[in-house]
């Protein structure tokens, strides 16, 4: 197999004497959906945090294409190719999809002597929100306010948003969550897309379509990992049938 894309090593988070999350080890590779899995505070978000950069990390490694990022800022992280959504949607609804993208691209590359331009005319914003629209299969949606959209588009429009920054990691923190059959569909399909040119880490809930979608999947419990591989593996894994999947295991 390739070299990972994002090797991670005994990552480790404490808040005071909770350890959030307990020497995590995985790698990430290109290509690849990576699914973390556990149950409600298992650190599957303090992990994505201490990846994206919003948090620190109490201990551990974090390599980005061989290179230890690991006390990098979160701004740096970005403009590096890790690029992240969040639980609850983030998009400003009062925009139209267009410029929620320039926005989050603009956000990524901030151009401090280019202030005085309008920022609708920022080339590079422009071209990149256009080719995050169409990366996410919304570029009919352009000009549409953002607000406006059925809860699964604003959802592809926050992958989008995030496409924009031009990652080659997405981090995503429950993008299916609040969805409906069709949108799930939409979104995996989505994802399946995106994955040839990046390197997925997935957190959800929706066990269904992490077994779908996902190539290796990591089992957290109170910040430790359980198990890890690939999914078929993981749905005989005797530890996480009892901890987390419960005594039918997966569908
Ligand atoms: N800023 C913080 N300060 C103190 N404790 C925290 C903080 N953030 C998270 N925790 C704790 O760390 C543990 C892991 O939380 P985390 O949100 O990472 O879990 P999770 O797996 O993402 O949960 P969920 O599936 O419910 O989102 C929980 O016990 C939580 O209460």
Redesign the pocket.
Known sequence: MNAPLLAVQGLTRR?GG?V?VNAVTFDLHLGEVHAVI?T????????INMLSGEIEASEGRIALAGEDITTRAQSRRARDGIGRSY?RTTIFPEFTVHENCRLAAQAATPRPWAIWQASGRCAASNTAADEALRAAGLEAEAHRIAGTMSHGAKRQLEVAMCLATRPRVLLLDEPLAGMGAEETDRMLALLTRLKASHAILL?E?DMDAVFRIADRITV?VN?AVIASGHPAMIRQDPAVREAYLGDEGAH
Not at 40 to 47: E, I, M, R
């Open positions: 808040f909770l959030a556990g409600n505070g298992a650190g599957k978000s303090t992990l639980q957190v809930h957290m910040g």
